[in-house]
């Protein structure tokens, strides 16, 4: 009787983990941001100081935790998506599921927004879901062309999709042919699915908010970290970092950081995934402040400064 419970056993516990999983980086954060009074000692390279930062923010910044479970609930939309088959049953899956399969931050014909969606989906209906997060989708004066999460580009400067915008040459209660959606699948699974991916990171959309950091200025790691969730570890946020070269930069030193550059950063290079800004420097070498032989004999090095051989003696 024991043998045979025990694959019922490992069921319901592989169904209890599942969840979990499927969550990924949101589920993390979000448990992280529940337990904000718990000890940092669970994030590796978290110290007490940092974790208090993190902290005071989200206390005194109600609009940061609102945003961040946005981003979140939005990264368990697209999870479903993915599993379910790709099947909108909200406005706010079908906005999911349009910046899931839609390249961000560059204009868009409207037949490759409404080509991303599932089967029988009508022009009417996307422009409606549009409408319902303006910061998320921008079109142009003419409603020709769209946008997907407006970051750098000059899509910033285009309108919030308007809720009676028909795309010129189509139909509010049209749909795109099965042939056009099979096409459009293709290209999604071949192409733009891999980028994507990085773009889908919640904590990198967070940082990333237009009045969350201020863009194009350089700004120490510190102040980055301190306005992650609670319990954000530093090597977290730079591998984070790391696969958005579109929005975090680095200076040369590795010293200070970039949100959205345009100008003054831009010919930053991007943040590089394995240094721990937080880390110390290593210590001089022993003996490394003591008087050594000069180059050519030409006096002794003491304190790391030349000196000449007369003022030695």
Not at 236 to 252: G, I, N, S
Not at 303 to 312: E, Q, T, W, Y
Request: proline share 10%; with cysteine; aromatic share 6%.
């Amino acid at each position: 009787r024991g043998r045979a419970e025990e694959p019922v056993a490992r069921a319901a516990c592989s169904a209890a983990v599942k969840p979990e999983v499927a969550g990924g980086t949101a589920a993390r954060h979000s448990a992280a941001a529940d337990t904000s009074s718990s000890s940092s000692a669970a994030t590796p390279g978290l110290s007490a100081e940092m974790r208090a930062a993190q902290e005071q923010y989200w206390r005194s910044n109600k609009a940061a935790e609102a945003d961040w479970k946005r981003f979140s609930a939005e990264a368990e939309r697209r999870t479903k998506a993915k599993d379910g088959g790709g099947e909108a049953k909200s406005s706010r899956d079908l906005c999911a599921l349009v910046k899931m399969r839609c390249p961000a931050d560059q204009p868009l014909q409207f037949e490759r927004l409404l080509a991303v969606c599932p089967p029988k989906t009508t022009v009417k209906q996307l422009i409606q879901a549009m409408c319902k997060e303006p910061q998320e989708f921008r079109q142009n004066f003419e409603g020709s062309e769209f946008c997907v999460r407006p970051v750098n580009s000059r899509c910033t400067d285009w309108l919030p999709v308007q809720p009676g915008t028909t795309p010129p040459g189509f139909r509010g209660d049209a749909s795109l042919p099965e042939s056009m959606l099979a096409v459009a699948k293709q290209i999604f699974e071949e192409r733009l699915r891999p980028q994507g991916q990085a773009q889908e990171d919640p904590l990198a959309q967070y940082l990333a908010q237009p009045g969350r950091l201020p863009p194009d200025t350089p700004l120490p790691f510190e102040d980055l970290l301190s306005k992650c969730p609670p319990g954000t570890g530093p090597m977290e946020l730079v591998r984070t970092m790391a696969k958005r070269r579109d929005v975090f930069r680095q200076d040369a030193e590795g010293t200070m950081f970039c949100v959205r550059p345009r100008t003054q950063c831009r010919d930053w290079g991007a943040v590089n995934p394995y240094k721990d800004p937080t880390a110390q420097p290593l210590a001089a070498p022993v003996g490394a402040d003591e008087s050594r032989p000069g180059p050519r004999g030409g006096g002794l090095v003491a304190g790391g400064k030349m000196m000449p051989a007369s003022s030695c003696a």
